[in-house]
């Protein structure tokens, strides 16, 4: 649908695809969606689990994902701005490393990814992730 958008941005890790979609729900909500960790596994189609100290994200600080119940894998969350944040996941860049929701005024927001190139293979994951939050957040 035209309100998932797909575009090259340059960001503080290099050049990224964005994938994107407008959301009609508050920015607050589509936030803590994104930060607190707890509600990670409901969008996240491959985690299965958190272990992480904080309830939501923090600058330089670490846990583990469960991915497909199968094994526990490191990640650092990097850089956490105002309805930002970047990880790496086993010391280096994952698939998708730039998560954000951005604010469009009357109760609508844009949640978005942010994939290096070669991720581009994980782009329907992104999608499903993205769609799968609009339903939490929405109903619909």
Known sequence: SMRTTLNW?????????????????????AWT????VEHWPAWGPL???????HARVREETAGEV????????PFRIQRV????????????TPPSDGHRVEPLG??????SFEVPFWGIPYLPVCYGALRTMETMLTGT
Not at 66 to 73: G, P, S, T, V
Not at 106 to 111: A, D, E, H
């Open 47 to 53: 985690l299965t689990g958190v272990r992480y100290p």
């Open 33 to 36: 969606l994104m930060s607190a």
């Open 9 to 29: 941005i340059r960001t503080d890790r290099g050049r990224r695809l964005r994938i994107a979609r407008e959301v009609p729900a508050l920015p607050e909500g």
């Open 81 to 92: 701005g105002e309805f930002f944040w970047s990880w790496t996941v086993l010391g280096t």
């Open 106 to 111: 009357k109760n609508r927001c844009r949640i």
């Open 66 to 73: 469960q991915l497909l119940h199968l094994c526990w894998i």
